[in-house]
């Protein structure tokens, strides 16, 4: 069937767009993103209720890159943006698509990317807010800036690398080391999950000056030189950190969450069995070690021993 989504949603306004061929490779971006989440989604459920953060920050990544990159293939979620520069035969402030739904995309992925390594360091909840919100300065500051036709436009540049440049020196110096005091095993982890990532960052605000910026490349090259750095930052860079992850005992970072609603509709029967279980159990000698055992294990610590409200509940 033929790809006739350029037809169907024409770049109205635009001079320099995407091409049929651009909108056929923006349509296998979202084929492998699609892919990638449904694995991700099916993964998730091996794991105990409770402890599946990781997996579902990896399907709110996949998620929002795929519906992004479906408005890209359908060439929606463009606005036409006048030009600083003349290139490949259009004069300056000719109109040119710029991507709205990209920058969308990157405000929701990029955060979860940086949840995904810094969740896994043991980094203080103050630096991870403060992460988030200059990976976020860094996302509006593009955007502000390639809507910007004038000279102007690489002040807000300016400010998305100083925001990239505290992203890198979070993971390198405080994230690092944080993840060195749970264990050099969970040091080793992030390192390689920080570099992979730290590089493909280096490379988006090269691609934006050539585009968005410099109007140096074509649409049809931007959407290519964006598509597999997205691929490599989200699907690929996910693949291996989750199985990274695997190797390790993550009941350390404490992140299991409670079954609230369980616990609470028996409550009172708890407070009140609680004396007469201690009693019964107290004469038994010491109870043997749990067995601890990862994120990726196919029970949990929380799922293998019944809550003393669900054993409860059970023998009632």
């Keep these: 069937?033929?790809?006739?989504?350029?037809?169907?949603?024409?770049?109205?306004?635009?001079?320099?767009?995407?091409?049929?061929?651009?909108?056929?490779?923006?349509?296998?971006?979202f084929a492998i993103m699609t892919v990638s989440d449904?694995?991700?989604?099916?993964?998730?459920?091996?794991?105990?209720?409770?402890?599946?953060?990781?997996?579902q920050l990896a399907m709110f990544i996949l998620t929002t890159a795929a519906i992004a990159y479906f408005a890209m293939a359908s060439d929606l979620g463009f606005t036409p943006v006048a030009t600083e520069f003349g290139h490949m035969g259009y004069a300056a402030g000719t109109a040119r698509q710029l991507w709205y739904v990209r920058y969308i995309d990157w405000v929701i992925t990029t955060p979860s990317l940086l949840l995904t390594l810094v969740l896994a360091s043991g980094l203080p909840l103050s630096d991870i807010i403060a992460l988030c919100y200059f990976d976020i300065v860094m996302i509006v500051t593009g955007l502000v800036g390639g809507l910007v036709p004038s000279v102007y436009k690489w002040g807000f540049y300016a400010f998305g690398c100083?925001?990239?440049?505290?992203?890198?020196?979070?993971?390198?110096?405080?994230?690092?080391?944080?993840?060195?005091?749970?264990?050099?095993k969970f040091q080793s982890a992030f390192t390689l999950s920080a570099a992979i990532l730290s590089f493909l960052w280096l490379l988006y605000p090269i691609a934006w000056g050539l585009a968005d910026g410099g109007n140096v490349i074509s649409p049809d090259s931007e959407m290519v030189f964006y598509g597999v750095l997205d691929v490599l930052a989200k699907p690929v860079f996910t693949f291996i950190h989750l199985w990274k992850l695997s190797s390790l005992?993550?009941?350390?970072?404490?992140?299991?969450?409670?079954?609230?609603?369980?616990?609470?509709?028996?409550?009172?029967?708890?407070?009140?069995?609680?004396?007469?279980?201690?009693?019964?159990?107290?004469?038994?000698?010491?109870?043997?070690?749990?067995?601890?055992?990862?994120?990726?294990?196919?029970?949990?610590?929380?799922?293998?021993?019944?809550?003393?409200?669900e054993q409860t509940a059970v023998n009632a």
């Design 162 to 184: 100083a925001a990239l440049f505290y992203i890198w020196w979070v993971l390198a110096g405080p994230a690092r080391s944080s993840a060195g005091v749970i264990g050099p």
């Design 249 to 309: 005992d993550l009941t350390l970072l404490q992140l299991s969450s409670g079954k609230f609603t369980t616990s609470a509709g028996v409550y009172d029967r708890e407070k009140h069995a609680a004396s007469a279980v201690t009693a019964t159990t107290a004469g038994a000698g010491a109870a043997a070690p749990t067995k601890t055992g990862g994120l990726f294990a196919r029970r949990g610590q929380r799922d293998a021993e019944p809550r003393m409200s």
């Design 38 to 55: 449904i694995i991700v989604f099916f993964w998730q459920f091996r794991l105990p209720r409770g402890q599946r953060v990781f997996h």
């Design 1 to 29: 069937m033929a790809n006739d989504a350029i037809n169907v949603n024409p770049p109205n306004g635009a001079v320099q767009h995407i091409t049929s061929h651009g909108s056929d490779w923006l349509w296998a971006v």
